[in-house]
């Protein structure tokens, strides 16, 4: 095996330290977010929220730290499937309950 057909084959990216700091703070910032929009009541909009801000955080962590920014379409698949099935998991969830009572009164 050739190392250097290897080495030419592969991308490298260098992220700089720098958008490793914005992350981290961004990261900081929302994690504010999230404990300040716990003192508010938003009615049955509270998981909504809640789970729209550890989405963002969870894309940052994703993005930058797992480095799926610089990865190949076939990673993105594998990455955003489980996502798929959890949005069908969730949307058949909250189908049950708000229709359960137009079934079965």
């Not at 190392?3 to 991308?11: F, R, S, V």
């Not at 260098?14 to 404990?35: D, G, K, Q, S």
């Not at 300040?36 to 940052?60: C, R």
């Amino acid at each position: 095996m050739d190392t250097k057909a290897h080495a030419e084959d592969t991308i490298n990216h260098i992220t700089p330290y720098r958008t490793y700091v914005w992350i981290w703070v961004a990261l900081m910032i929302f994690t504010a977010i999230t404990v300040g929009v716990s003192y508010f009541h938003f009615g049955i909009f509270n998981v909504v929220v809640a789970l729209t801000v550890a989405s963002i955080k969870a894309s940052l962590v994703a993005l930058y730290f797992m480095h799926l920014k610089f990865e190949d379409k076939i990673t993105w698949v594998f990455a955003l499937y489980p996502l798929g099935l959890l949005a069908l998991l969730i949307g058949l969830s909250v189908s049950d309950v708000f229709f359960r009572a137009l079934v079965s009164p």
